[in-house]
């Protein structure tokens, strides 16, 4: 994607008076029991305050709800994924992945690689599973990131075991539904899912 914080992107967040006006319009239109919050973008953890604090006023008027999101996770840290886990009642986290760290390095031009990179972004899967949030990595893949697949898969189990909170499922990037390889793709990723669920 080119919309999160790479090199020339200007990251623009909601206002604290649109944030708050959020909260109202759920007020007003919500029924009984709980509801879901959905966070997605662009990269939702470039808004990680607006997220507080519609969070906080929610959780101040009383309103039931839990969150899901769906991130790059290269901006969480251990502290954000306590505030996830209990000012954003955070149950659930899709992390995108493009393969293995070299696939992902090179596809990736964050504006500070040195913080926004493969190591981040797995540290992160890590401080989501310590917080007892559910995690389920979603891998890209298409032509050029197939022989790496099952070195990020080897290196998904050396950290993270068999983590019931961590499940993973390959998308097919959207470029390769043009292609007429697209069926062979996905037969060859077959043998990726099967070799993850040995691990």
Known sequence: C??????????RTMTHETADQVVEFIKRTRRNGEITLMWFGGEPLA??????????????EGIPFHSKIITNATLLTPELAFEAKNNWHLEYAQV????????YMDRKQYINPN???YEAM???VG???????????RCNYDR?????????????HSRFGSSEKLSLYFGLLFQE?????????????????????LL
């Open 2 to 11: 080119i919309y999160c914080y790479e090199n020339g992107m200007e990251i």
């Open 96 to 103: 995108s992945v493009d393969g293995d760290r070299a696939a």
């Open 177 to 197: 539904l043009e292609n007429e390889s697209c069926i062979e793709l996905h037969k060859e990723i077959g043998e990726y899912k099967d070799y993850a669920s």
């Open 127 to 137: 401080f989501l599973l310590d917080e007892g949030i559910e995690v389920c990595l």
């Open 47 to 60: 808004a990680a305050g607006t997220i507080s604090r519609i969070c906080r006023r929610l959780n101040d």
């Open 122 to 124: 797995m540290n992160a």
């Open 115 to 117: 913080t926004h990179n």
């Open 144 to 156: 050029e990131n197939m022989d790496g697949l099952r070195e990020f898969l080897d290196d998904v």
